[in-house]
């Protein structure tokens, strides 16, 4: 998470400390949030939270049937913080398979008129494939992963949520 934070625009800020001291540091500027791809994107958001207590988070319930085409993923939900359009925007989904979730709420963030370079897709674990995908049509996107591979541990969710 912490890596996809240093992609957010800031500025360096000089503060007294209680003890009187000057501390030199840096503060994020205003209009950033993240959204969060649900169910599994949900893991993320604590980890957000604790680094940045006050950040909007915004969330893209998205359905995608198994044995079907990629271009029936469905948005089933949709709730985005104020003037979205104007933010930079962590996007969070852990596990980026071949791309088609991912595509589609950046298609629903694009409807609202947010720009691809306004957008970090920040993800745990990656195909090289889904990468592929994603960069292919949204080529100015940024993407923060601890890996890329092309085996990706699909039970993360179920591990997390306790649903294996």
């Known amino acids: ?91 969070m989904y852990p596990i980026l398979h071949t791309g088609t979730a991912v595509l589609k709420a950046i298609d629903l963030l694009r409807s609202y008129n947010v720009s691809a370079e306004n957008i970090i897709l920040e993800t745990l674990f990656a195909s090289p494939s889904g990468v592929r995908n994603v960069l292919a049509r949204n080529p100015a996107l940024t993407i923060v992963t601890s890996e890329i591979h092309s085996v990706v541990p699909w039970h993360f969710e179920h591990l997390y949520f306790g649903t294996v």
């Open 1 to 91: 998470m912490e890596e996809g934070l240093n992609q957010l625009p800031f500025e360096e800020v000089t503060v007294i400390t209680p003890t009187g001291h000057k501390y030199n540091g840096l503060k994020f500027l205003k209009g950033n949030c993240g959204v969060s791809i649900v169910r599994s994107g949900e893991a993320m958001e604590r980890g957000l939270r604790d680094c940045c207590r006050a950040m909007r988070i915004g969330k893209i319930l998205i359905h995608t049937p198994e044995e079907s085409p990629p271009s029936e993923a469905q948005v089933v939900y949709a709730k985005l913080p104020p003037g979205v359009h104007l933010r930079k925007i962590l996007l």
